[in-house]
């Protein structure tokens, strides 16, 4: 069975980075594409970005991009989320999601596997 667990996710400062982490378990973490995706209160969870099996390539919403970068370590099936320059309202919890195939999907219903979600609070 495949699992997701994201960790490092806290509270930040406006303009501020973090990076939170996603280890995958019970599966071939390289023949996963991965997507990050977030949820605000009382907002339906969003897009943010996806990699490629390979990490060679990436796509980003435009809310982030140039600000967020996906990388991932097949060695370590591990995903990481780069976050710069952070805004209030980037808050949300963001969750990390896994999806067998090749296309870089934006729609959640498309990833079969989820994490928990890990917390990420701006202050202004």
């Known amino acids: 069975q495949v699992q997701l667990v994201e960790s490092g996710g806290g509270l930040v400062q406006a303009g501020g980075s973090l990076r939170v982490s996603c280890v995958v378990s019970g599966g071939t973490f390289s023949s996963f594409v991965m997507g990050w995706f977030r949820q605000a209160p009382g907002n339906e969870r969003e897009f943010v970005g996806v990699i490629t099996r390979s990490g060679s390539n990436s796509y980003y919403a435009d809310s982030v991009k140039g600000r967020f970068i996906i990388s991932r370590d097949n060695a370590k099936n591990t995903v990481y989320l780069q976050m710069n320059s952070l805004k209030p309202e980037d808050t949300a919890v963001y969750y990390c999601?896994?999806?067998?195939?090749?296309?870089?999907?934006?729609?959640?219903?498309?990833?079969?596997?989820w994490g928990q979600g890990t917390q990420v609070t701006v202050s202004s």
């Open positions: 999601a896994a999806r067998s195939g090749v296309d870089l999907s934006t729609r959640q219903y498309d990833y079969g596997t």
